[in-house]
């Protein structure tokens, strides 16, 4: 009994076990829901969804199944608007391929092959290396692979380099009421924790007390401490836009868990590299903008640096003045990077794009050794590393 | 004893909710309630126990709550204390044992209702140490050796701010209801069932004031139920027209005794900013 409908969610992406499906067999049995449709609905979310961003999937699963609509996905599917250029399957090539494979030609040739391959073409196209479509290493289309490639119907930039975006680009705030998966990230900046005992009094030091207590003569005199608290003072930095699109869901996690671990956290976004300022909220970050230099005053040299970037962009952003591609920059982000470096001896760049592409990105390099070579990938193991190079 | 849920005279429960507090109670499972703030979470617990007829236990969590509390303390200081002074009684351990909000639920001679009162407030282990006692309704008393067992399963409400993430193997065992901002006919009813003698037309338009307020962009902490309520409570008392409410009227910009429904100097700084524009761009 409904055991389709049970798998059907976990297809759906609601997180669904054993123990809660026969829980509402169980309440079923207990004739909790009368033969009505909206009782047996109220019923089972409550009893199989435990949290509210789930609501919507379980909703669509519900509706999709309890109306006999046998092909769930095509329709979840259907709503995607570009319809052929699906991502059904991204082409996974290895570093090396992806560093062999070299741009074809100029822009205009770009451009003027594409009109033509868009005339001749008419069908749906996956993979291969010439029809625009989906995951393949033709210059046209999206998800695939092609530093030179114009991107076609895809709403997040899935490698560097693209020559032209044609998406809008959004950039999103990173939203920390996300929760998701943050458990683990939360145990390992545990060890990030450093007490110390401020406040009021309220632990009974019993060393102390034995202690005083024999000095006393044998009459007890009780000795209290102050509750341990977490100390540690941490400054976020957090690239946000462009490149980092791929990254935002790690990113947020990280972030999510860092607010509720850190009592002490203040958070700044950046724009692919520091430079003279810096902003807290994404929607208002044209008129809001903070000074570095003041970032730098109000923050002593006790705080801890953790800088979170893909560092992926041209080299030219980081060593030149006026490289940033955003504004007219005074000075090179480099200097910036030094300087931040010596405000905050204790730092690390948390980079999330996986390890084996940095040696291919050169701006990754040099950004590695602008920070002491401190550097380390967005995973519990990198994480693990990168506390204990905070240390 | 009626044990059936169907919202009170005081609170009005949609059907969704009554659903979720049914199914717990008649299955003995916890119920795991989250929502903004003020939209009557520890409320409901409340205003179960009172429809029910069952007492109440209330436990409210805080950041240095641990698990244990919630069973018993052993109170080894007093002990410390009573042995210096000769106290006869330090003979027996279980004068010391302090029993907590738990244990008392465990012992009420009629099924009780227990309210954990915003869980994510305590360290992120909590709710681990909870499960065996959830699920099984029994403890180990390890100074006395005895295990305490629940008389009556009782009927847990627990609530969350979502402040934490709870873990999985905690959500499992427990009905989860998410308490929506309620729409605007089920907001009539919730103040209807509060002030039932409130000028419909007054009604209307403070409802109105407040909805838009809720839709004013990057406020730090939107006005909920409990501070409309609060609100209309105040413009009652003070006896203010309904004509004043009406934002259009560009001397009366800002709704009359907002305090009561902005907490945040930012916010209202912010509101006072928007409607200045608005009256600009309005000329």
Same mark, same amino acid.
């Given at each position: 009994?409904?055991?389709?409908?049970?798998? %059907?969610?976990?297809?759906?992406?609601?997180?669904?076990?054993?123990?809660?499906?026969?829980?509402?067999?169980?309440?079923?049995?207990?004739? %909790?829901?009368?033969?009505?449709?909206?009782?047996?609905?109220?019923?089972?979310?409550?009893?199989?969804?435990?949290?509210?961003?789930?609501?919507?999937?379980?909703?669509?699963?519900?509706?999709?199944?309890?109306?006999?609509?046998?092909? %769930?996905?095509?329709?979840?599917?259907?709503?995607?608007?570009?319809?052929?250029?699906?991502?059904? &399957?991204?082409?996974? %090539?290895?570093?090396?391929?992806?560093?062999?494979?070299?741009?074809?030609?100029?822009?205009?040739?770009?451009?003027?092959?594409?009109?033509?391959?868009?005339?001749?073409?008419?069908?749906?196209?996956? &993979?291969?290396?010439?029809?625009? &479509?989906?995951?393949?290493?033709?210059?046209?289309?999206?998800?695939?692979?092609?530093?030179?490639?114009?991107?076609?119907?895809?709403?997040?930039?899935?490698?560097?380099?693209?020559?032209?975006?044609?998406?809008?680009?959004?950039?999103?705030?990173?939203?920390?009421?996300?929760?998701?998966?943050?458990?683990?990230?939360?145990?390992?900046?545990?060890?990030?924790?450093?007490?110390?005992?401020?406040?009021?009094?309220?632990?009974?030091?019993?060393?102390?007390?034995?202690?005083?207590?024999?000095?006393?003569?044998?009459?007890?005199?009780?000795?209290?401490?102050?509750?341990?608290?977490?100390?540690?003072?941490?400054?976020?930095?957090?690239?946000?836009?462009?490149?980092?699109?791929?990254?935002?869901?790690?990113?947020?996690?990280?972030?999510?868990?860092?607010?509720?671990?850190?009592?002490?956290?203040?958070?700044?976004?950046?724009?692919?590299?520091?430079?003279?300022?810096?902003?807290?909220?994404?929607?208002?970050?044209?008129?809001?903008?903070?000074?570095?230099?003041?970032?730098?005053?109000?923050?002593?040299?006790?705080?801890?640096?953790?800088?979170?970037?893909?560092?992926?962009?041209?080299?030219?952003?980081?060593?030149?003045? &006026?490289?940033?591609?955003?504004?007219?920059?005074?000075?090179?982000?480099?200097?910036?990077?030094?300087?931040?470096?010596?405000?905050?001896?204790?730092?690390?760049?948390?980079?999330?794009?996986?390890?084996?592409?940095?040696?291919?990105?050169?701006?990754?390099?040099?950004?590695?050794?602008?920070?002491?070579?401190?550097?380390?990938?967005?995973?519990?193991?990198?994480?693990?590393?990168?506390?204990?190079?905070?240390? | 004893?009626?044990?059936?849920?169907?919202?009170?005279?005081?609170?009005?429960?949609?059907?969704?909710?009554?659903?979720?507090?049914?199914?717990?109670?008649?299955?003995?499972?916890?119920?795991?309630?989250?929502?903004?703030?003020?939209?009557?979470?520890?409320?409901?617990? @409340?205003?179960?126990? !009172?429809?029910?007829?069952?007492?109440?236990?209330?436990?409210?969590?805080?950041?240095?709550? +641990?698990?244990?509390?919630?069973?018993? @303390?052993?109170?080894?200081?007093?002990?410390?204390?009573?042995?210096?002074?000769? =106290?006869? +009684?330090?003979?027996?351990?279980?004068?010391?044992?302090?029993?907590?909000?738990?244990? @008392?639920?465990?012992?009420? =001679?009629?099924? *009780?209702?227990?309210?954990?009162? =915003?869980?994510? +407030?305590?360290?992120?282990?909590? *709710?681990?140490?909870?499960?065996?006692?959830?699920?099984?309704?029994?403890?180990?008393?390890?100074?006395? !050796?005895?295990?305490?067992?629940?008389?009556?399963? *009782?009927?847990?409400?627990?609530?969350?701010?979502? /402040? +934490?993430?709870? *873990?999985?193997? $905690?959500?499992?065992?427990? $009905?989860?209801?998410?308490?929506?901002?309620?729409?605007?006919?089920?907001? @009539?009813?919730?103040?209807?069932?509060?002030?039932?003698?409130?000028?419909?037309?007054?009604?209307? /338009?403070?409802?109105?004031? $407040?909805?838009?307020?809720?839709?004013?962009?990057?406020?730090?902490?939107?006005?909920?139920?409990?501070?409309?309520?609060?609100?209309?409570?105040?413009?009652?008392? =003070?006896?203010?027209?309904?004509?004043?409410?009406?934002?259009?009227?560009?001397?009366?910009?800002?709704?009359?005794?907002?305090?009561?429904?902005?907490?945040?100097?930012?916010?209202?700084?912010?509101?006072?900013?928007?409607?200045?524009?608005? !009256?600009?761009?309005? !000329?």
């Amino acid at each position: 009994m409904l055991i389709r409908f049970f798998f %059907l969610l976990r297809e759906g992406g609601v997180p669904v076990s054993i123990t809660e499906f026969l829980t509402l067999l169980e309440a079923l049995q207990a004739r %909790l829901a009368n033969g009505s449709a909206e009782d047996f609905y109220y019923l089972a979310r409550s009893c199989l969804v435990k949290d509210e961003r789930h609501f919507d999937r379980f909703d669509r699963v519900f509706a999709a199944h309890f109306q006999g609509v046998e092909a %769930l996905f095509d329709s979840l599917m259907a709503q995607i608007p570009e319809e052929w250029l699906q991502r059904m &399957g991204e082409r996974t %090539l290895s570093a090396e391929e992806k560093a062999r494979i070299e741009a074809l030609g100029g822009w205009d040739k770009l451009l003027e092959t594409l009109r033509q391959r868009l005339e001749e073409q008419k069908e749906r196209h996956q &993979g291969g290396n010439k029809w625009i &479509g989906t995951g393949g290493t033709s210059p046209f289309g999206a998800y695939g692979y092609n530093p030179e490639g114009i991107r076609i119907g895809q709403n997040e930039s899935r490698q560097r380099r693209a020559v032209k975006v044609w998406d809008r680009r959004e950039f999103q705030n990173l939203a920390d009421n996300v929760e998701l998966g943050t458990r683990n990230i939360k145990m390992a900046l545990r060890k990030l924790r450093k007490f110390a005992r401020e406040g009021a009094a309220e632990h009974l030091d019993l060393d102390d007390t034995i202690a005083s207590t024999a000095r006393n003569a044998g009459l007890l005199d009780l000795k209290f401490v102050p509750e341990r608290h977490n100390a540690i003072k941490i400054l976020l930095f957090l690239d946000v836009g462009g490149s980092m699109d791929d990254h935002v869901r790690v990113c947020e996690e990280l972030f999510s868990a860092a607010r509720s671990e850190f009592k002490h956290l203040e958070y700044f976004y950046f724009h692919n590299f520091v430079y003279e300022s810096l902003w807290k909220d994404n929607r208002r970050r044209h008129l809001e903008k903070i000074p570095t230099l003041e970032v730098m005053r109000t923050y002593g040299h006790d705080y801890k640096l953790i800088v979170v970037g893909d560092a992926s962009m041209s080299p030219y952003e980081i060593t030149q003045p &006026g490289g940033s591609i955003e504004h007219w920059n005074e000075e090179a982000g480099a200097v910036w990077m030094q300087r931040l470096t010596r405000t905050w001896p204790h730092h690390v760049w948390l980079n999330p794009e996986s390890q084996q592409r940095w040696e291919y990105t050169q701006s990754v390099q040099i950004t590695r050794q602008l920070v002491e070579d401190r550097m380390f990938p967005l995973t519990l193991s990198g994480l693990d590393r990168a506390i204990k190079a905070l240390h | 004893m009626s044990s059936r849920f169907a919202g009170t005279d005081r609170y009005v429960a949609t059907e969704d909710l009554m659903m979720a507090v049914n199914a717990s109670v008649t299955l003995g499972r916890p119920l795991l309630v989250k929502g903004e703030p003020g939209t009557g979470k520890t409320q409901l617990a @409340e205003e179960v126990a !009172r429809s029910l007829n069952r007492p109440l236990y209330r436990w409210h969590i805080k950041s240095t709550t +641990k698990a244990q509390q919630g069973l018993y @303390e052993y109170d080894a200081v007093s002990r410390l204390r009573d042995s210096q002074l000769g =106290e006869s +009684k330090v003979h027996d351990i279980g004068n010391y044992i302090v029993k907590g909000r738990m244990w @008392e639920a465990f012992e009420s =001679e009629v099924q *009780p209702v227990l309210l954990v009162d =915003e869980i994510d +407030k305590a360290d992120i282990e909590f *709710p681990n140490d909870l499960l065996l006692e959830i699920d099984r309704m029994e403890f180990y008393v390890y100074e006395t !050796r005895q295990w305490v067992k629940a008389r009556h399963r *009782p009927i847990i409400i627990i609530t969350s701010n979502n /402040e +934490k993430e709870l *873990p999985d193997a $905690f959500l499992r065992r427990c $009905f989860f209801h998410y308490i929506r901002f309620p729409d605007a006919a089920t907001m @009539e009813q919730i103040v209807a069932v509060h002030y039932p003698d409130l000028k419909k037309e007054l009604l209307h /338009e403070a409802l109105a004031a $407040f909805f838009q307020l809720r839709e004013t962009p990057g406020l730090k902490k939107k006005p909920s139920t409990s501070e409309l309520l609060d609100w209309i409570k105040l413009l009652l008392a =003070e006896d203010i027209p309904a004509e004043a409410l009406r934002s259009d009227d560009p001397k009366q910009a800002i709704p009359p005794l907002y305090g009561a429904l902005l907490k945040n100097e930012q916010d209202v700084h912010l509101l006072e900013q928007l409607l200045f524009l608005h !009256r600009r761009q309005g !000329r």
